[in-house]
């Protein structure tokens, strides 16, 4: 079946441009998952849904992250004034309970 | 709150080696999940394990395999006769099981070479 899927899978902004992330996780999956990945680093973790309920908003870094989801299905990741420093790769992934979650291609975020 | 711990940050073996990458986790929870994703150049995170933990036996899978020790809180995952296409950046990560708190918390990666 479809996997999760991500777009757009690349996007260049201006520094202090909005810019919405969409992920589209595999149907029927309960939980979902945002992450950051910088050049060379490691998965940091930004937002955990339940359903369309965010039980974990700690890793959002500033309130210019925002993050909603709708039907248990589609969900938005919100960057609002972009800056430089958030140019990386955003993952998005999903789980059915105690599985191990998918993950979608990524959005290739730059900021210039 | 959970950790995880990759203490290897990069490592190089001469093609046809074994390697070790190490995984050790924190969390007071006793029942929880742990994984392993590989992330090869292209970028994507490939799913390689899951492993509850109730579940103590070591697994093989090809010439992976996976040491699974609660007492030492560590998920080690050894590649047995390296080839060129495992070079990658692997990940350790590790989810509890409680329904409405499910973050998944992920080791900063090992990168992995595998020299021709």
């Known amino acids: 079946g479809a996997g999760v899927s991500q777009s757009p899978s690349n996007k260049v902004t201006e520094k202090g441009k909005d810019v919405e992330l969409r992920c589209d996780p595999i149907s029927g999956h309960t939980a979902l998952y945002w992450y950051r990945q910088r050049l060379g680093q490691g998965l940091e973790f930004l937002i955990y849904f339940q359903g369309n309920s965010a039980p974990d908003k700690s890793g959002l870094p500033s309130d210019r992250f925002s993050a909603e989801r709708t039907g248990e299905s589609v969900s938005t990741l919100t960057i609002q004034r972009t800056q430089q420093e958030d140019s990386a790769v955003y993952l998005c992934?999903?789980?059915?309970?105690?599985?191990?979650?998918?993950f979608g291609p990524g959005t290739r975020l730059t900021v210039t | 709150a959970q950790k995880v711990t990759q203490a290897q940050t990069e490592i190089s073996v001469v093609e046809k080696e074994d390697v070790t990458l190490d995984c050790v986790y924190e969390t007071r929870d006793t029942t929880y999940y742990l994984f392993w994703y590989k992330q090869p150049p292209s970028g994507e995170l490939v799913f390689l394990i899951r492993r509850n933990s109730f579940d103590e036996q070591n697994e093989i899978s090809g010439r992976y395999s996976w040491n699974f020790q609660k007492s030492t809180s560590s998920f080690n995952f050894t590649i047995t006769a390296s080839q060129v296409v495992d070079s990658a950046v692997y990940f350790c990560?590790?989810?509890?099981?409680?329904?409405?708190?499910?973050?998944?918390?992920f080791g900063t990666g090992t990168r992995l070479t595998i020299i021709p």
């Open positions: 992934a999903s789980s059915f309970r105690d599985r191990e979650p998918d």
């Open positions: 990560a590790l989810r509890i099981a409680n329904f409405g708190n499910e973050k998944l918390t």
